[in-house]
């Protein structure tokens, strides 16, 4: 129920987009996220504090609004995920892009996504994560201000589910164009046995 909650006071909808659930779930584990931090981070991003973000391959950069005259800046950088080939994945179940991209794709598929030892959560660890706040030079922690962006990541995965792919590095044009070659293909097959 909780969970529920907060994904209905950050605007993003479960039923709407199964990615950014999925994000907000990589965010929310209970061995990897979990202290007063988080919930102010959670704060910070409904206040719209996070001023600006830019999401490219692997990288996520944002200026956040602090107590200071200057905003923090936020990087967090995710290793390239290599551990599950999206594509055979699509193409034994006969997923087509605008299908995968809109998450509807097979509970099987999507339990193996989030695999704690060979989905998306098993590299949560291995995030290089760093602000210019002084809690986290000092410290080190994961601040609030990167809670923050992670969430601001989440709300712009809601509007633009292709995000998700390239966080993870994951070409979202070679994605594509494999996926709409192939799907004609699969079909042609199908067709044929059944003759």
């Not at 601001?152 to 070409?171: C, M, S």
Request: aromatic share 10%.
């Amino acid at each position: 129920m909780k969970k529920n909650i907060k994904k209905k006071i950050l605007n993003i909808n479960r039923q709407a987009n199964w990615w950014a659930d999925c994000w907000i779930c990589f965010i929310d584990g209970e061995d990897f996220f979990s202290n007063k931090r988080q919930v102010r981070g959670r704060k910070l991003c409904m206040n719209n504090a996070v001023k600006d973000i830019v999401i490219n391959q692997g990288k996520i950069i944002t200026n956040i609004k602090g107590t200071a005259p200057n905003s923090y800046c936020v990087e967090i950088d995710i290793p390239p995920f290599i551990k599950w080939d999206i594509v055979k994945m699509c193409q034994s179940s006969g997923i087509d892009y605008s299908s995968l991209i809109a998450g509807n794709i097979p509970k099987r598929m999507k339990n193996s996504i989030k695999n704690i030892d060979y989905g998306i959560f098993s590299i949560r660890y291995k995030l290089k994560l760093s602000c210019t706040c002084p809690d986290h030079m000092k410290g080190g922690y994961i601040c609030k201000h990167i809670y923050a962006s992670f969430y601001k990541a989440g709300q712009k995965i809601q509007k633009e589910p292709e995000l998700f792919f390239i966080i993870f590095q994951i070409k979202i044009e070679r994605l594509q164009q494999i996926l709409i070659n192939s799907r004609p293909l699969l079909i042609k097959k199908k067709t044929k046995c059944n003759l």
